[in-house]
T-cell receptor, first 115, second 113 residues
Framework: AQSVSQHNHHVILSEAASLELGCNYS??????LFWYVQYPGQHLQLLLK??????LVKGIKGFEAEFIKSKFSFNLRKPSVQWSDTAEYFC?????????????FGTGTRLTIIP | DGGITQSPKYLFRKEGQNVTLSCEQN?????MYWYRQDPGQGLRLIYY???????QKGDIAEGYSVSREKKESFPLTVTSAQKNPTAFYLC????????????FGSGTRLTVV
């Protein structure tokens, strides 16, 4: 069974600081990877996803993530954060084997940006 | 507009009562999911369904039951056997393989007193 670890539970940064949130997964086969964001009082929204090809994927709002297969990692980055990035961020993994639609989330990282 | 509707937004029940949470989607998605969100524990998968009349247990299925009689609907019943039912429940759906991402509902906050 797959699992996801997000080791940063709460990150506090000042505006314009660079961001990197860690995500590691555990699964014996190939996977699809996702980052979701949950702004206060809002639905979960897809930030970006990796399915295949270029391991560096770009998402909305200036976020990007790099899939490093050898490290089972999919860290989220943003060069310069804004106050509006304050939210909770979730990494998720889904095996690619046909018929397996089980999507597993990490415990989330709460990001607080100080103006 | 297409989307997922979860109702009600807030639900209060007495301990020992079963309660059913509604999830309806008009996106023509094949797969549907129920997650439970608790502070510090992220989203934990309760049940999921890949096609009509079929569903699989997730990681924390004990005390819950589901049905998938229609493609659009995936109701979740929280039974009296669930030891800590007070939580925020999220429903999601996707096309097969999830390539276009998963769409989430706005959630139902269940409080058992």
């Amino acid at each position: 069974a797959q699992s996801v670890s997000q080791h940063n539970h709460h990150v506090i940064l000042s505006e314009a600081a660079s961001l990197e949130l860690g995500c590691n997964y555990s699964y014996g086969g190939t996977v699809n990877l996702f980052w979701y964001v949950q702004y206060p009082g809002q639905h979960l929204q897809l930030l970006l996803k990796y399915f295949s090809g270029d391991p560096l994927v770009k998402g909305i709002k200036g976020f990007e993530a790099e899939f490093i297969k050898s490290k089972f990692s999919f860290n989220l980055r943003k060069p310069s954060v804004q106050w509006s990035d304050t939210a909770e961020y979730f990494c998720a993994v889904k095996p690619t084997n046909f018929g397996n639609e089980k999507l597993t989330f990490g415990t989330g990282t709460r990001l607080t940006i100080i103006p | 507009d297409g989307g997922i509707t979860q109702s009600p937004k807030y639900l209060f029940r007495k301990e020992g009562q079963n309660v059913t949470l509604s999830c309806e989607q008009n996106l023509n998605h094949d797969a549907m999911y129920w997650y439970r969100q608790d502070p510090g524990q992220g989203l934990r998968l309760i049940y999921y369904s890949q096609i009509v009349n079929d569903f699989q247990k997730g990681d924390i299925a004990e005390g819950y039951s589901v049905s998938r009689e229609k493609k659009e609907s995936f109701p979740l019943t929280v039974t009296s056997a669930q030891k800590n039912p007070t939580a925020f429940y999220l429903c999601a759906s996707t096309r097969r393989e999830g390539y276009y991402g998963y769409t989430f509902g706005s959630g139902t906050r269940l409080t058992v007193v």
